[in-house]
C-alpha cells in the first residue's frame, strides 16, 4: 500500500496496477484501496450502471458492507453526486463542494441517511461514459470527522482519471472479444448462438445465429424477442428467474415456414456475474432438434466445462443409451451415473435428461 504521501513512482507503479487489472478483475480491489491513500481516504468503489440501475460494483474491504445497503435499498437511483457529475461533463475527478452548496447538503438524504452513517461523508470521485448507456463511477471516500477531501489530492485522482478510463474501455473490449470467441466456436459445430446482456439485449451473434433474424427473433432496443408468443413469454420469465440466481433456461420454439423446431437454451457467461466491465451475461444456444450426430467428448468437455465422466454419461444419452445401459458398459453403479448426468446438466443449463439431449442433439457436425 501505498504511503499518504505517495511519491511519482509510486503513481507510476498505480499506472501499471489499473492497466493490469484491466485484464485480471480480481486486482482491482487492491488497486482501489491504493487509489484511496492517494487522497488520505478510507474506501474507494467501481460501480457500473445502466441508467439509475447497478449492474455491478468492485470495492476495497472498507466499502463492501456500505455497497450491500447502497445496492439492496436502491439508493442508487437517489445518488444526487452521480447525476451532477454526468450533467457536469468534465473529465476530472470532483468533491461535494464542486456541484453542492452548503445548504444542498445538509439538507440531501442521500448524505443524511446513507453516506453519513455509512462513513462515506466526503467524496472525490468521477463518471466515465463510453459509446454505450453504461457509465462507471470511480469514487474514494473518508468520514465526517476528516472533513472535505482537498483539492490538491483531488487534482491527482484527475491526473490518473485518463488511465483508469482507458483501462475501463480495454477491459470491456476485451470481455467482448471473449464473448464473440465463443459464440463462434458454437457455430464451428454448427450451432447458432447469441451473447446477451443482462437484460436480454443481444450483444454479439454468429452468422448461423443472424440467419434466424427476424423470423425466429428480432432484435429488439429492450430485448431480443422471438416471433413466437409463447417462446417468447417463456424467454421473458425465464431472464428474471435467471436475474434471480436460477443457474440455466430451456425452452422450445416450434417450426416456422422456413425453420425447424429448435430447443433453446440460456445459461450464464462464465465470470460476467461478477465482471462489472463485462456487457455480456448470458450465452444463448439454439439446438434444432430434426439434427442428430455422434458427439465427440472432448469438444463437450471444452464446451461446456464437463468432466471426463460427464461427458461420456451425456454423450451416450444423446446416442441413444439408457443409464442403466451406460452403468453396465462401465461398470459403474446406477446412482453414480445419476450423479455425473446431474452434474452435466448442471453446467448445460438443462433441467430434465430429455433437455440434455435435444441440446446435444443439435451438433450433427460433432464426430467421434
Keep these: 500500500m501505498l504511503a499518504r504521501d505517495a511519491s511519482p513512482d509510486d503513481e507510476g ?55 450491500d445497503i447502497y445496492t439492496r ?10 447525476d451532477r457529475a454526468i450533467a457536469r461533463g468534465l473529465p476530472d475527478f470532483i468533491g461535494e463542494y464542486d456541484v453542492f452548496d452548503e445548504t444542498e447538503l445538509e439538507g440531501s438524504r442521500f448524505y443524511l441517511e446513507f453516506m453519513r452513517p455509512n462513513g462515506l461523508a466526503w467524496t472525490a470521485g468521477t463518471v466515465i461514459s463510453g459509446p454505450t448507456d453504461t ?14 477531501v482537498e483539492r490538491d489530492r483531488i487534482d491527482r485522482l484527475t491526473q490518473l482519471r485518463p ?6 474501455f480495454l477491459a470491456a473490449r476485451l470481455r467482448l472479444e471473449q464473448a464473440r470467441a465463443a459464440v ?3 457455430a464451428a459445430i454448427g450451432l447458432p448462438a447469441a451473447a446477451l446482456s443482462a437484460e436480454g439485449r443481444l450483444k454479439v451473434a454468429n452468422d448461423l445465429f443472424q440467419a434466424l433474424l427476424p423470423d425466429v427473433a428480432r432484435d429488439w432496443r429492450e430485448r431480443l424477442k422471438f416471433t413466437d408468443r409463447e417462446a417468447d413469454k417463456l424467454f421473458g420469465l425465464g431472464l428474471q428467474a435467471l436475474r434471480s440466481g436460477v443457474s440455466g433456461l430451456t425452452f422450445p ?3 416456422g415456414p422456413d425453420s425447424a ?20 451475461r448470458w450465452l444463448l444456444v439454439c439446438a434444432p432438434v430434426a439434427r442428430a450426430g455422434r458427439i465427440e467428448s472432448g469438444v463437450l468437455q471444452g464446451l461446456f466445462d464437463l ?47 430429455a433437455d440434455l439431449v435435444r441440446l446435444l442433439a443439435g451438433a450433427a457436425s460433432f464426430g467421434k
Design 307 to 353: 468432466t471426463a465422466a460427464e461427458a461420456r454419461v451425456a454423450k451416450g444419452l444423446a446416442s441413444g443409451d439408457t443409464l442403466d445401459g451406460i452403468a453396465s458398459r462401465y461398470g459403474l453403479g446406477r446412482e453414480t451415473i445419476r450423479s455425473q448426468l446431474k452434474g452435466a446438466m448442471a453446467k448445460t443449463g438443462t433441467r430434465r435428461q
Design 253 to 255: 420454439v416450434p417450426a
Design 13 to 67: 507503479e498505480l499506472i501499471d496496477r489499473i492497466y493490469e487489472a484491466a485484464a485480471v478483475p480480481e486486482l482491482w480491489p487492491r488497486t482501489l484501496d491504493t487509489l484511496a491513500t492517494l487522497a488520505d481516504c478510507r474506501a474507494a468503489v467501481l460501480i457500473s450502471t445502466d441508467g439509475a440501475e447497478v449492474n455491478g460494483w468492485i470495492g476495497n474491504p472498507m466499502i463492501a458492507e456500505a455497497m
Design 73 to 82: 435499498d436502491g439508493w442508487g437511483a437517489r445518488n444526487p453526486l452521480s
Design 135 to 148: 457509465h462507471i463511477t470511480v469514487s474514494v471516500h473518508r468520514p465526517y470527522v476528516m472533513g472535505p
Design 163 to 168: 488511465h483508469i478510463a482507458r483501462a475501463a
Design 184 to 186: 463462434q466456436a458454437l
Design 261 to 280: 423446431p429448435m430447443v433453446v437454451h440460456l445459461v450464464p457467461v462464465a465470470g460476467a456475474a461478477n465482471d462489472i466491465f463485462s456487457s455480456t
